[in-house]
């Protein structure tokens, strides 16, 4: 079956930088476009990032373009998100999602548990 | 940017009653695509609906979803006490793709 796990968490200062990875398994990984989407405490969700199946084409929302660089790595079915100069705003659940299509197929996501970055001095 | 307006923002209703919510797009949503997710505390959103309509995998046949272009619904019909819980819907036919603002159904 479809497993997301993400790593790379944890408590880091404002002005640093993490990465997140996310390994997937059960699908072709190097078939379908990934996301990254947060959720800041006691909010709602924001998405984040989006890398096409190829890594052809990235997309950000406004809130961390220029800061976040999404990227994958298809040979290790793992999808990473690198995040620089972090913000206390950015503290938040980080999912990774597989995208809805794959060759002109599209169903439901999939979504990982999730993993924590807390931004704090 | 597609904003997606959910209402209400909070619905109160008894266990066996139907909820419709509702998600409306600031434009049109490319090729309907628009999916429901539920959320429950301290867990991951869970699929509900795809292309608007389309049941996930494993989700029962109480949830409905409908409409097209700028409005869609989500129905939940007969409600369970484990229905209760926050909904979102979110469009992902063109970056950002944006979530609405979630609606949370409650028990009355």
């Known amino acids: 079956q479809v497993q997301l796990v993400e790593s790379g968490g944890g408590v880091v200062q404002p002005g640093t930088s993490l990465r997140l990875s996310c390994e997937a398994s059960g699908f072709t990984f190097s078939t379908y476009g990934m996301h990254w989407v947060r959720q800041a405490p006691g909010k709602g969700l924001e998405w984040v990032s989006f890398i096409w199946s190829d890594g052809s084409d990235k997309y950000y929302a406004e809130s961390v373009k220029g800061r976040f660089a999404i990227s994958r790595d298809d040979s290790k079915n793992t999808l990473y998100l690198q995040m620089n100069s972090l913000r206390g705003e950015d503290t938040a659940m980080y999912y990774c999602v597989r995208g809805y299509c794959s060759g002109g197929n599209c169903r439901e996501a999939y979504w990982g548990q999730g993993i924590l970055v807390t931004v704090s001095s | 940017e597609i904003v997606l307006t959910q209402s209400p923002g909070a619905l109160s209703l008894s266990p066996g009653e139907g909820a419709t919510l509702s998600c409306r797009a600031s434009?049109?949503?490319?090729?309907?695509?628009l999916a429901w997710y539920q959320q429950k505390p301290g867990q991951a959103p869970r699929p509900l609906i795809h292309?608007?309509?389309s049941r996930a995998t494993g989700i029962p046949d109480r949830f409905s979803g409908s409409g097209s272009g700028t409005d869609f619904t989500l129905t939940i019909t007969r409600l369970e006490p484990e229905d209760f819980a926050v909904y979102y819907c979110q469009q992902y036919g063109s970056s950002p793709y944006t979530f609405g603002q979630g609606t949370k159904l409650e028990i009355k």
């Open positions: 434009q049109s949503v490319r090729n309907n695509y």
């Open positions: 292309g608007a309509s």
